[in-house]
């Protein structure tokens, strides 16, 4: 009914921590990666403004396909109230069951694969970066 609706106010509040995010971030770190044991490139790390963008953008792809579907199966209209959940009172709680609980889980589930991303992400600069320390310690 509206469970889209919790994913895509994370996605706002998330899209606004970013700019701000990304605002506030002075200069782009870099580390050396040392590519086949002789050449050494200079590589930018992840902003973290733009690991909250791939969050952001996680949680818009997937509420408005969520939207869609609702959408589709006729529990959003384009006229007011917009939710039909929203012209009955006994539905309105239901509603807001399913805001609680689908919902909920469905934006923590996407928070937690972003997670993921980030753990990912910030192995494989480490690596990078440590990789570099060790060829250069050897040298």
Do not use: Y
């Amino acid at each position: 009914m509206a469970c889209f609706i919790v994913p895509a106010a994370e996605a706002v509040i998330v899209s606004v921590a970013s700019k701000l995010t990304a605002s506030n971030e002075k200069e782009i770190e870099t580390v050396n990666v040392e590519l086949d044991g002789e050449n050494v490139e200079a590589v930018k790390k992840v902003p973290f403004s733009r690991k909250l963008k791939w969050l952001s953008n996680l949680l818009w792809g997937g509420s408005g396909l969520l939207a869609f579907e609702h959408v589709w199966h006729g529990e959003v209209t384009p006229w007011f109230p917009f939710l039909t959940a929203a012209n009955d009172s006994a539905d309105l709680l239901s509603m807001f069951q399913e805001m609680s609980t689908v919902g909920v889980t469905m934006a923590a589930i996407v928070t937690a694969v972003w997670g993921v991303f980030l753990a990912v992400s910030s192995s494989a600069e480490k690596k990078a970066s440590n990789g570099l320390l060790s060829a250069e310690k050897g040298r």
